[in-house]
DNA sequence: GGTATGTATGTTATACCATAACACGTCAAG
DNA sequence: CTTGACGTGTTATGGTATAACATACATACC
């Protein structure tokens, strides 16, 4: 499977697959996709954008979970470490991993016009970073690369 | 001039050099390095590590200057700018630019242990980054690359 | 079944990060 | 000497995130 990416595609579909194999992962760890964590992750797949901690929240509220922030902090940081989520640095929001269970090395690009945020194959890039942290003998945990930009169809609009 | 990396070195040297750098850009740039500013600027050198825009602004105050967030945040902003500070996202802080002037791509590598921030040497990791990036029909025009991980010492150390 | 233990959720309170909007001062151009 | 651009100071507010404690729920074990 190459990255979602920009382009239109079967948002139901997507959608689903991806629950099915959070609820699959979950299993074999020894990890727990309880109703919040599970509707943070559904909200995150409708959105099929980065959201804010605050956003899901309100979200969560309106549907009878807590309403108060850690509720929702406490979700997302969950999915994140399980790999079901991402964190958007840039953005300070989330966003709903797109192939979760793969190994990967997340890259966004980030439209600075619709924010609609893609991950993008970034083995190549995280290669080149390693070898630049190794020069300098820094062991690299995690990274996040994140790029601004336009995406295809804001490009074409101006 | 290669990274200045997590190794000692000649903190006052580095520091006068950069300033010295510093005014120069602004002379040639129609933009002017005004006493806050500049002192900011200092401020961050001396410390020689991500400061938050709070962290800045405590010491401005200490100095006389106007003791509010939008003057650290409007000075460091303008120093981002003006490529002398770079921003971390993953910090939510600010650290001088090592190399102000010269044409770069800022890859940082974050000690999680004693919080040291370097600059390594992005362009390949740029290059892979805008591989990817084609290959969706995005135009990058801002990317962050930042790594958490261990420095040498804190490496030494465990 | 009953109970202990760990984990998840709910809630209060607070800390931390960032910016909008307006007032005042200064300096250079006209 | 006035106008306009820019920088700084200040008030107020909005957005992001977490510490700390209380409660409930599940599972495993007796």
Same mark, same amino acid.
């Given at each position: 499977?190459?990255?979602?990416?920009?382009?239109?595609?079967?948002?139901?579909?997507?959608?689903?697959?991806?629950?099915?194999?959070?609820?699959? +992962?979950?299993? $074999?760890?020894?990890?727990?996709?309880? =109703? &919040?964590?599970? @509707?943070? /992750?559904?909200? !995150?797949? *409708?959105?099929?954008?980065?959201?804010?901690?605050?956003?899901?929240?309100?979200? +969560?509220?309106? $549907?009878?979970?807590?309403?108060?922030? =850690? &509720?929702?902090? @406490?979700? /997302?940081?969950? !999915?994140? *470490?399980?790999?079901?989520?991402?964190?958007?640095?840039?953005?300070?929001?989330?966003?709903?991993?797109?192939?979760?269970?793969?190994?990967?090395?997340?890259?966004?690009?980030?439209?600075?016009?619709?924010?609609?945020?893609?991950?993008?194959?970034?083995?190549?890039?995280?290669?080149?970073?390693?070898?630049?942290?190794?020069?300098?003998?820094?062991?690299?945990?995690?990274?996040?690369?994140?790029?601004?930009?336009?995406?295809?169809?804001?490009?074409?609009?101006?």
């Amino acid at each position: 499977m190459q990255t979602p990416a920009f382009h239109s595609h079967d948002h139901a579909h997507c959608t689903g697959d991806v629950l099915a194999r959070a609820d699959a +992962l979950m299993s $074999e760890r020894a990890a727990r996709l309880t =109703p &919040v964590r599970r @509707r943070v /992750l559904e909200i !995150l797949l *409708e959105a099929h954008r980065a959201m804010g901690a605050y956003d899901v929240l309100q979200r +969560l509220a309106a $549907e009878g979970f807590g309403n108060q922030p =850690p &509720v929702a902090y @406490r979700a /997302l940081d969950f !999915l994140v *470490e399980q790999g079901l989520a991402h964190r958007i640095q840039r953005l300070n929001a989330f966003t709903a991993c797109m192939h979760p269970g793969e190994a990967h090395a997340p890259a966004f690009l980030i439209c600075r016009n619709c924010n609609a945020v893609a991950e993008a194959p970034a083995s190549p890039v995280l290669a080149a970073l390693e070898a630049a942290a190794g020069s300098e003998g820094f062991a690299i945990e995690r990274a996040s690369i994140e790029a601004v930009g336009l995406c295809p169809s804001c490009q074409a609009a101006a």
